[in-house]
């Protein structure tokens, strides 16, 4: 099974990667998926994210005409607004409307958060930007943080964590703890009420991990609106390790 068809993209034209453990290569492997089955894809961001490989076109400016001709050439293109630095800075919700608008345009894919490369985050009131409630949000978790002790090189906005869930570092990171850090109403637990929402447990590349994925993805079914949780190592040949629905309680592509 690829990555698209365990998100269910089918059902979706747009897809906001958040949280932290594997956003931007999931992006990416997102884009190459869905361009092998024929579609057009942009790849954006609302935050910001270094620029793509040389393989996809980098337009900045976000204007829609341009991305209309350059899909005319490449059936990947990555959109930003502008350079900052190093980075691509991302577009704001009306340059992505416009887009949107675009008949050429199959998919698009964004980027709707930062993690400073981390595996688990807690975001800021201010993030991640989800610009439309059609949007599907994929919250990222890196399992490689489960069974670790809670701390400032695991976890990006820790003191939020602490403010709000109570938690401190040297706490054990269970997979009830990260229920908690995913689902809380003021994290993204936020777009459950809005958006349709599908956890990516990333990083699963262990027996161990995988069992500490598992554990997770029960718990995280268990809240209303959640219905699927994918498990997955998307940075190795065989990215999807398993998909949990909440309607057939089963575990299948391992």
């Not at 954006?44 to 976000?62: C, Q, V």
């Not at 899909?71 to 887009?99: H, T, W």
């Not at 949000?137 to 003191?159: C, M």
């Amino acid at each position: 099974m690829k990555l698209f068809q365990a998100l269910g993209l089918a059902s979706y034209r747009e897809v906001a990667l958040v949280g932290a453990g594997g956003k931007t290569t999931s992006l990416f492997l997102l884009g190459r998926e869905l361009a092998a089955q024929g579609k057009q894809v942009v790849h954006t961001t609302t935050t910001r994210m270094y620029p793509p490989p040389p393989e996809i076109p980098l337009l900045l400016g976000g204007k829609d005409r341009q991305v209309a001709a350059a899909l005319l050439l490449s059936n990947q293109v990555f959109v930003g607004s502008r350079m900052e630095g190093d980075k691509v800075l991302g577009l704001s919700c009306p340059q992505l409307e416009k887009i949107r608008s675009l008949p050429q345009v199959d998919a698009i894919v964004i980027e709707a958060d930062g993690s400073q490369g981390l595996p688990l985050k807690f975001p800021g009131a201010h993030e991640p930007v989800v610009c439309s409630q059609d949007t599907l949000v994929v919250p990222v978790l890196g399992t490689s943080a489960l069974g670790q002790r809670l701390g400032e090189e695991n976890f990006h906005h820790l003191e939020l964590a602490s403010s709000y869930l109570g938690f401190a570092p040297g706490d054990v990171i269970t997979p009830r703890l990260a229920a908690q850090v995913l689902c809380h109403p003021l994290s993204y637990g936020r777009f459950l009420r809005s958006n349709a929402v599908i956890p990516l447990l990333n990083q699963a590349d262990t027996p161990e991990r995988k069992d500490l994925a598992r554990e997770l993805a029960a718990i995280l079914l268990a809240q209303e609106g959640i219905k699927r949780v994918v498990i997955a190592a998307v940075e190795t040949s065989t990215p999807v390790r398993g998909v949990l629905n909440a309607e057939t309680s089963c575990f299948s592509c391992s």
